[in-house]
């Protein structure tokens, strides 16, 4: 392998890495604010003209500044073609509409995120590491850097991902993210004289390292593939087979103790809507008081186990220490250092404990969370289709205003303002069907956009 | 959906019951009156809230006459005290006189120791006995020379006035006004509800077979449940940001009073329970802002010249006053 081609298989295993957290965070907001999907594809190939652009302004010689100026210039250009052609194709060049959507979009914000914000965002990401790469020097330290940079970010945009629901495409990213990683790094290390084989593998290098990605990828694959929603399923039952087996155990137990006496005032709780007896699971449920007994008891060992975990590694490091230590030197022991930060981290846990206790006492139901999360988007939405609520309008008030101007969906509308109504000012907790029947809702609402133009505002 | 305990003591079988019952009062008064089911709601209202209505309009429209049907459809003490200029207060709250036989003083209760009182023309009486309702009104009780009697439970006074016609009438001062709840104004009614009332009451009047629906007992059970009703603690910021926007419209030289905040909080509790929540919106907050806050304000000069009605500032203001809702 020449020089020129690992140059290029390292240039091409940094942009790679890069693109890959890029294009997770661009799908992430492309999936999660904006109601029309954007082509992200075709936004990410402002990163290749980005550093196209900067390797020929870096071979002009010309001024730090006026490089960054012309490149930033560049820049704007290739948004506004982006905006002109992802978003506004059907308008004409010489109407105002589309170069006049930017400003309208920055003002929006804070009530929606539009797609026209994502392609500047997205492009200006694109374009400072673009711009960037053309400058890197490419060595085994700057694709470590890159891998570690890369990796926590693509991990954490994965987890957004499956907490908000999206499809970023999470196991081909991952494949492509650790294949290029790998890629790079051993070429990088290899061509610093570190080579990772010895003896007579070392004249098979390109064929090894080939077959070793292969392996890990092939395993990584088939790890993902083999734990899929049917193995948790089965371990979940097994786990569930052997928890039903020990709450029956202590119940038994709890049984044995005398019953607690009733309290002279009953609350007076609204009966819970029936459920059809074919759907869902049923779950035994323990006492509250001895699930709280075993909650603690968790606790506690978990935080003993912690304790002894780091009693050990104090101590190892202590004999580690003498061990290597002059004779001469005198080494003070860890012990009285461990003994103050261990009271000083139990008075911390203790702290964090009451906080978190308080917390709770305040503490929001995810199901209340998704009612009003829904909602807010609801409103989000109907924002864009030219229909906002006035901020003296009740959700009631507005409902009717929507019915009207939307009654394709109005029993969808009117089910999702009755649970919001519910939750935001009686305290009510939905039940699951209820979510999931409102989830329906507002798939139905969102189907609305295609067959709708934008109407006119309503006027005050 | 579930409630969440903390707050709510409310079951649905309470909510059922207190709606069944207020659907049952409503359907009893428009046999009498026809048309003015809002109206009526809104003296259901009060009568949860254990306060006082004001009912204001031009003569004829049927004031006295829906004051008279909703005291029948209360199966309580009832007595009307006809306002003329010439009522003293001690016709009101009653007197100690001498007994010759027993050869001691003792005290012959007035019209206003009952349940429901109906008070007619109440701008007709002079200030002197305007004012000795005022304990009446706001503390259910009365002072006779040195004695205190606490009115029954429950006690709702109706009062009725003409705002037009003020030769020989006293206006109300601020301190009275503020201590009725709410301020009913009926209005005209349309063609066919005229035409309606004039085929009902061809035959016989309808209020003579008036019954009874609602027994003292279950309206103080009622008026219980009534105050259990959840108030969520931003709407609770919105109807004390209503009232506050009162005190500093440009418009408005007496705004509405914390008297008038509870009020309005208390309305919505009662307003929500009959139509059958055991929570209150913001809907119920907005709907009841006219009535429960316009009689109580006092408008500045240039606003009278101009010829705007409290009702209208109110509407504005409730117009300007955002709504607890996500964002």
Known sequence: MTLYWRKVILYLATAMMELCWIYALVALMNGKGIPENLSIISLITAYPIAFGTSLILHRLKLHRIARRAISWLIWLIVLLLMLKLLLYGGTAWADSAWLLSIPRAVGQIFTVFRAELLIVIGTIILWWFGSRLAGLKMNFRTLVIEFQFGLPLLLVFFIIAFLLDINIGSIPLALLFFFFALLGLSISHAQEGSVWLSGIYRGHWAGLLIISITVVLGLGLLIGLLINHNFIQLILTGLNWVWDIVTKVISWLVSLFPAEQPSPVEPQVLPVTPTNPGEGTEYSRLPEQVRKIIGGGVVLVLLVLCLVALWRTATLIYNRLTKRAVSNVEIETLRGGFKADLFRLLRWLAKVFKIKLSRKQKSVRPEVITVRHLYRQLLHWTITKGLPRKSSQTPDEYLAILTNRLPEVSSDLSNITRLYNGVRYGRQIPEENEIKELKRNWQRIKLVRTSRPVVEPVSA | ?327
């Open chain 2, 1 to 327: 959906m579930n409630m969440e305990n903390a707050g709510i003591k409310l079951s649905q079988q309470d909510i059922s019951r207190v709606k069944e019952t207020a659907d049952k009062f409503i359907a009893n008064v428009e046999k009498v009156i026809i048309g003015k089911r809002a109206s009526i709601e809104l003296i259901l209202v009060a009568l949860l809230c254990e306060s006082h209505i004001l009912l204001e309009d031009v003569p004829g429209i049927g004031k006295t006459m829906l004051a008279k049907a909703a005291a029948k459809s209360l199966d309580g003490n009832f007595k009307r005290i006809q306002c003329t200029p010439d009522l003293l207060p001690s016709d009101v709250t009653g007197i100690h006189y001498f007994n010759q036989k027993t050869g001691g003083f003792e005290f012959r209760p007035g019209p206003i120791i009952a349940n429901i009182v109906l008070v007619d023309e109440i701008n007709r009486a002079t200030p002197r006995t305007q004012s000795c309702l005022l304990e009446c009104m706001q503390e259910q009780q009365v002072t006779v020379d040195l004695d205190t009697i606490h009115l029954p439970r429950p006690f709702l006074m109706l009062a009725t006035q003409n705002p037009v016609e003020l030769q020989g009438t006293f206006p109300l001062p601020e301190a009275q006004l503020d201590r009725f709840l709410m301020c009913i104004r009926l209005g005209y009614p349309d063609e066919n509800e005229e035409q309606n009332i004039l085929i009902r009451f061809q035959q016989n009047n309808p209020l003579d077979k008036l019954t009874s629906v609602i027994s003292t007992g279950e309206l103080l059970e009622i008026q219980r449940l009534c105050r259990q009703v959840y108030v969520d603690e931003s709407i609770r910021s919105y109807a004390v940001a209503i009232t506050r926007a009162t005190r500093t419209h440009k418009g408005i030289e007496l705004g509405a009073s914390p008297r008038a905040t509870l009020g309005l909080s208390l309305a919505a509790q009662a307003l929500a329970i009959i139509r059958g929540r055991n929570y209150v919106m913001p809907d119920d907050v907005k709907y009841l802002a006219v009535p429960v806050l316009a009689h109580r304000l006092s408008a500045k000069a240039e606003a009278r010249i101009k010829g705007r009605s409290l009702e209208a500032v109110v509407k504005e203001i409730i117009d300007t006053v955002p709504v607890p809702v996500e964002k």
